[in-house]
């Protein structure tokens, strides 16, 4: 299964009732295409970066969803395009880098367990080396 983020900026002229029927509406479109939600995080009224169609704020909204294929994105996509109120939207596959640092991980622990192995087996030697080397004949 592939986990894509999709964040949108609603125009702040929205009441919070429009912003949960629109809410609403993309999540029936993305569970219809088969797509799973797995979160949708809210993050309120923000400040723009930059004007958009002259509004300087806008309300985000971060949707996390897996899905086989990309149908049920392409169809959130297309319905942002048509969709007034959406300002913008941002779509990106995260599933390749949660399998990249789960990786990344793994690779510094198996480095961890040799170099505390190479540590240990540095002492032994030593405490060997002492134990040896103390007649002097």
Avoid: C
């Avoid at 169609?53 to 949707?63: A, D, N, P, R, S």
């Avoid at 995260?94 to 640092?101: F, T």
């Avoid at 030593?126 to 040896?132: C, T």
């Amino acid at each position: 299964m592939r986990r894509y983020e999709v964040v949108f900026v609603f125009a702040p002229t929205l009441s919070d009732d429009e912003v949960e029927q629109a809410m609403e509406n993309f999540n029936k479109a993305a569970e219809e295409k088969g797509a799973q939600i797995i979160n949708v995080d809210e993050w309120g009224k923000r400040r723009l970066a930059y004007p958009i169609k002259k509004h300087t704020e806008g309300i985000y909204t971060v949707l996390t969803l897996e899905e086989p294929a990309a149908e049920a994105v392409n169809e959130l996509e297309r319905r942002f395009k048509v969709t007034d109120s959406v300002m913008r939207f941002l779509s990106v596959r995260i599933d390749l880098d949660l399998k990249r640092a789960e990786k990344l991980k793994s690779h510094r622990e198996k480095k961890k367990k040799r170099t505390t192995g190479a540590r240990q087996g540095n002492e032994k030697k030593k405490e060997m080396a002492g134990v040896q080397g103390t007649g002097y004949g």
